[in-house]
Structures are given as C-alpha cells and as structure tokens.
C-alpha cells in the first residue's frame, strides 16, 4: 500500500512537473527571444522591456482569475485550461508579424503561465503527506530549472542558426504532450471534501483571505511574492542582453547564461533538503538573503571570472527562494479559499513582474550603470526578507486547515 502511494506521489510529482517545466521553458526562451527580436525588429531598450512586462500582466490577470476559479471548479480542470492558454499562444506567437501581435500573445500565454503556477503548487500541497509537503513543492518548483536550462539550450543551438520562430515552435511541441499526460490526473482529494462549502461568492472569498485572521500572512506573502518576482524578471529576462551590455557577442552570452542556469538546480535540491530539516521561514530568509548579495555583486563586477561566479550563485539562491515561496504560500490559508488566496498573492507579485523588466529597459536607455540597476534589486529583496522574518510565521509539519 505505501508502495502504490509513493508511486503516486511521483505519477503526480511528473505530471505537475512536465507542465511546471515547459511553463519554464517558455518564459527562459522568452529573455533569449527578446535579444534576438531586438536585433531583428530593431528594438529599443524600452520596447524590449515591454515585452517582459506585458506577460507579466498577463501572469498577474492568469494568477488571480484562475485562482478564484480553481477554488470554485476545481484544481485539475483549471490546472487543464491554464497550459492550454500558454501552449496555443506559444505556437501562435512563431508566426507574429508584429511588434504589436506578438504582444497580444505573450499576454495570453503570461495569462496561461500565471494561473497555472499557484494552482500546481496547490494541487500537489493538497495531495501529498504533511511529512513531505514541502519538499514535494519544492521539487516541483526544481522542474523550472529544467526547463530553464532546456530554454538556454535550444537557444544556443537553435536560434543563431534557425532563427527565433523555430524556438517558440519547439517549445509548443512538449506542452501539449504535458496536456495529454494531465488527462489521467486526479482532482485534490481535500477540494473534493469542501464542494460545497466551496459555492460561495467570489467577493466572500477575497474578504476572508484580507480578513483579520489572514490579513498579516496575507500582507506578508503580497510582498514577498512583489519583491521576488519583480527582482526575478527585472534581473533573469534581462540576463543575455546584459552580457551584451557588458560587452559579449549574443552567442557567448547565450553560454554564458547556460553556465549560470545550471547552478538552479543545486539551488533547488538544496532548498528541498532543509525545507523539512530547517523550515520553510528559514530556507525562504536565507535563499533570499543569499539572493540579495549575489544581485549586488552580479551588478558591480567586471572579469568575467567574478560574473560566471556571482551569476550562479545568483540563480542558486534565487531559484532555491522561489521553491520556499511556492511551498509557503499555499500553507497559509484553509481548503476553501487556498487556490484564491495564492492566485491573488502570485496575482500581486506579478504587477513585480511588469515593473522590474520595464525599469530596466527604462535605466538601459538612459545609460545608467548596471551596477546602480542591480543594487535596486537588492534593495527590494531586502525589504522582503523582512517581512516574512516579522510576520511569517513557520509552518512546517502543520496539517493544512
């Protein structure tokens, strides 16, 4: 019997998994995309940073939306939607003639990106053992770096040769094999005990995830999920085009950037270990602490030695972070209102998502230094630490409400 459930732990570790990492491997395309599209459609820095922020707006409207709805129809069902949005998108978005089209279509695959997360890290919260919670989610967060490094990969390989359209082409392919395997997957077992309690009212929902219950976890999480997402896409969209800056060709960046995303993985497994071991609280302060000093120096160093070194250790801690946060968040709240409350906290740290890029392309083309830009970063990832050492609270081993 125990033998049957760890093979459904992984059956569902896998699946979440496919559809966590193709969702990856999009948005890793994406940082190299924008550097090819800017020498093919002569973009400027500002255009550039649209295109980031705009699937961040996307994410942010996915989030939210498919949070409320995952709480209202289900886990798998919204779970089904939200890669269908991103994969249909992704294909479409090959074939943009425009600036503008392409736009369009990066806000609804950031739309199909968005939601799905929160609801995954639900789905797979709600599904697994309160022993191994955490370090499930977290190793369903470490698929991100797979898709991250399949990202770098194909662009390496594919894009100075066959060109950018070929890349979004490839990506679509394995999203819609991550569709099929979804189809035997089961609903979250707690979801199916609270259907009914689950009908009420959208606006009842949002009022009790702000109520004085959850208001200061919930305020806590808005600006933890803020500061990293905005840092995240500020700093990791813009990576190959600030290796450019700084004065390599478009295909060392690109290796150079593959280098740095390997060190994800470390990250990950290493948060996933001390996620049990030391907590969520710690794991999140100090993945998010170790971000803050490798984002300055990634910003102040100059030998390519000091770049490569600051780079990983950037990706390492970062990545490490995000898997705490996706495990933290859905810990916070009970069945009823678990999938809202997420989407709105992943919903507000998107609006992070539209602000980091755009600054930076805004900074760019007024040449201001990307030591300054990378301090800023710093700054805000600072302020999030504090928040969850002030008011979050540790929820290790706690049996979801």
């Known amino acids: 019997m125990e033998n049957k459930q760890t093979v459904s732990q992984k059956k569902l570790l896998f699946i979440s998994g496919t559809g966590w990492m193709f969702d990856a491997l999009d948005v890793g395309i994406l940082s190299f995309v924008i550097t090819a599209l800017a020498k093919d459609w002569n973009l400027n820095p500002s255009q550039m940073g649209w295109i980031g922020s705009i699937n961040s707006i996307g994410m942010a409207v996915g989030a939210l939306l498919f949070g409320i709805l995952a709480d209202r129809f289900g886990r798998k069902s919204i779970f089904m939607i939200t890669l269908l949005f991103f994969s249909i998108g992704s294909g479409l978005s090959a074939f943009a003639p425009t600036l503008t089209i392409f736009l369009i279509l990066r806000f609804l695959i950031g739309m199909g990106l968005g939601g799905e997360l929160p609801v ?4 797979v919260s709600e599904s697994v053992a309160t022993k191994d919670r955490g370090r499930i989610v977290v190793l369903l967060e470490s698929f991100w770096a797979g898709g991250w490094l399949i990202a770098a990969l194909i662009s390496y390989f594919i894009i100075p040769k066959f060109g950018w359209q070929t890349a979004l082409l490839i ?18 077992p707690r979801f199916q005990t609270v259907t009914k309690e689950n009908r009420q009212s959208v606006l009842k929902k949002i009022q009790e995830v702000w109520s004085k219950k959850y208001a200061k976890r919930t305020l806590m999480l ?13 700093m990791f969209l813009w990576l190959p085009s600030v290796m450019v800056l700084k004065g390599f060709s478009m295909i060392k960046s690109f290796e150079y950037v593959l280098i740095m995303t390997l060190a994800q993985l470390p990250g990950y497994f290493t948060a996933a270990w001390l996620i049990e071991k030391a907590g969520r ?15 300055y120096l990634f910003g102040n160093v100059e030998s390519l030695t000091w770049l490569m070194i600051s780079g990983m250790f950037l990706s390492f801690f970062n990545l490490g972070a995000w898997g705490a946060l996706y495990a933290y968040s859905p810990e916070q709240y009970p069945t009823v209102i678990r999938g809202t409350g997420t989407g709105m906290a992943a919903g507000f740290g998107r609006i992070g998502g539209i602000f980091g890029p755009l600054l930076v392309g805004n900074l760019v083309a007024q040449k201001v230094s990307t030591d300054y830009i990378f301090t800023i970063f710093c700054i805000s ?14 929820t290790k081993r706690m049996e979801l409400e």
């Not at 808005?222 to 500020?234: E, I, L, P």
């Not at 794991?283 to 998010?288: I, K, P, Q």
């Not at 630490?385 to 008011?391: G, M, T």
């Open 120 to 123: 995954a890290s639900t789905l």
């Open 171 to 188: 990506c679509t392919i394995p999203a819609f094999y991550a569709l099929y395997l979804r189809l035997g997957l089961p609903d979250s």
């Open 381 to 394: 990832i600072v302020i999030g630490v504090l928040f969850v050492l002030f008011l979050g609270k540790e």
């Open 281 to 295: 609280k710690f794991v999140l302060v100090t993945f998010l602490i170790g971000t803050a000093i490798f984002a």
């Open 222 to 234: 808005w600006v933890v999920w803020f500061t990293v997402v905005f840092s995240y896409y500020g």
